[in-house]
């Protein structure tokens, strides 16, 4: 994401007026940089609803800590996309945790569809990969689904699980090993 200089100057001293609570300010900042957060959430959460969470998150904090921005930090619009990017990752694993109080229900609910992975699978003929998928630990399948089926990086995986970047290389590398010697028997 390449931006101007001025655009970054222009950026930080909305970040000053939003420290000192101005509201007009902090509206100019929304404009400005809204459509860039949100389609940095979107691209992550592959959710329209939890990335308009996300962003609505992101600029509260904002607001809130306008005034703990540091040039050392980075440059304005990698910070505040940073608060954005990690709210995301925040929302991704509360919802995958613990499902809200509304959808309690659903988990009684038989749903007899096909979701993606197996539509996918099952187009490729690979009845014996969802076999060995299974046999995976739920770290390993997790890290090679997010990986391989939402295009997500190694740096993503780690923000997403909560986990140094070597250890998630780690379980894909065992992971991938494993499957290659399940489907081999």
């Known amino acids: 994401m390449v931006t101007s200089n001025s655009e ?10 939003v420290s000192r609570e101005d509201r007009l300010a902090f509206q100019r900042l929304y404009e400005k940089i809204s459509g860039r957060m949100f389609g940095l959430c ?8 939890l990335a308009e969470e996300a962003v609505q998150d992101a600029f509260v904090q904002i607001w809130h800590h306008a005034g703990e921005y540091h040039s050392e930090r980075g440059a304005p619009l990698s910070w505040m996309l940073t608060i954005a990017r990690y709210r995301t990752l925040d929302l991704m694993r509360n919802r995958k945790s613990r499902p809200t109080s509304g959808d ?10 096909d979701g ?7 187009v490729a003929g690979s009845a014996e990969l969802r076999g060995c998928l299974d046999e995976l630990s739920e770290t390993q399948r997790d890290s090679i689904l997010l990986s ?21 290389k780690s379980w894909i590398r065992r992971g991938l090993m494993a499957l290659k010697r399940c489907l081999e028997r």
């Open 8 to 17: 970054q100057d222009d950026l930080m001293g909305l970040l000053i007026a």
């Open 42 to 49: 979107l691209k992550l959460a592959s959710q329209r609803d």
């Open 148 to 168: 391989y089926y939402r295009g997500f990086t190694h740096d993503e995986l780690s923000e997403a699980l909560s986990s140094p970047i070597g250890t998630v």
């Open 104 to 113: 309690a229900h659903l988990e009684r609910v038989a749903d007899e569809r």
């Open 116 to 122: 993606p992975l197996d539509e996918s699978l099952r």
